[in-house]
Structures are given as C-alpha cells and as structure tokens.
C-alpha cells in the first residue's frame, strides 16, 4: 500500500479497520443471502417475505391492487438461491443484480477480511450508483407490473 500524497485530504482507514470493515460486509450480505436461501419462493412472484415473522402482505397491493417498487424483492433473491432464474426474473428482475451484487460483495469482502487485500475498499461508492440502482428497480417493477397485468395476475383482487 503506498502512503497518500502530503495533499490527499481523503482520510486512509486503517488495514486493521480496512479487514475488519470488509469483513462485516460479508457477514451482512451473507445473511441476506442465507435468509434468501432459508425461505421458499412463492410462485406468484410476490409474498415470500410474508415466511419471516408471520411478516403482513404488502399494504400498497393490498390498497392497490398492483405491486409496490421492491415487490418482488425477496422472492427473486429466493428463487436465485434456490436456483429458479426464471421465478427471479419474474418476480423482479432488479432482485436478480441484488442477488449478485450481495455474492460479489460477500466474496469480496471475506477475501479482504481474510487476507487483507483490498477488494472492496477499492470501490469508491458515487451517488451516480445509487440513481443507477432506482432506475433499475423501477425498470425492475415497470417489468414486474407489466407482465403480471398482461397475464392477468394484476391487479389483485380486482
């Protein structure tokens, strides 16, 4: 690691905070991904998170009739952990780039933690990503909405 320019004014994290950073990181992903694992998709697309805690269906669908921006969430990442791209797809293709960028940062993170090579603290987070990332679920959820009207499963109960 070479030592920051006398002018640099970005602050250098320590390799210790750097490893240790890294580290929770991939705990925090890898337990997404492993509660992902632990449900059932629910076929329709949407629901899978009702599994957790007796959690309530989506108030917006309940009012609507049409899903929410995230629905579709939970059951994508499900259905990628349990190897069902095309329920992924469905139920909300924006679940499925979650799905690898929560992999990509569990791997990432545990090799920095590990060996203290710098994998994701290489990242240098803009918020450009984070307009690219609405844009994507909301293209996600355009999708989702779209092909659940067109086949008649939206909207619900109408």
């Excluded at 697309?45 to 599994?51: C, E, L, M, V």
């Excluded at 309940?62 to 994508?76: D, E, I, K, N, V």
Aim: aromatic residues 6%; proline residues 8%.
């Amino acid at each position: 690691m070479t030592p920051p320019a006398k002018d640099d004014p970005t602050p250098q994290a320590s390799p210790t905070g750097r490893r240790l950073v890294a580290g929770l990181l991939a705990l925090l992903c890898a337990t997404v991904l492993s509660a992902g694992a632990a449900l059932t998709p629910d076929e329709r697309g949407y629901g899978t998170h009702t599994q957790i805690n007796d959690e309530p269906s989506c108030g917006y669908m309940a009012r609507t009739g049409w899903p929410c921006p995230a629905c579709g969430l939970t059951t994508s990442v499900s259905a990628m952990m349990h190897a069902r791209v095309g329920l992924a797809l469905r139920a909300q293709p924006f679940g499925v780039l979650l799905w690898a960028a929560l992999a990509a940062a569990t791997v990432g993170g545990a090799v920095e933690a590990v060996t203290g090579r710098a994998v994701v603290s290489r990242l240098r987070p803009r918020w450009w990503w984070l307009a690219v990332a609405v844009a994507l679920l909301l293209a996600g959820w355009g999708i989702h909405a779209g092909l659940g009207a067109m086949s008649g499963r939206f909207p619900v109960g109408r």
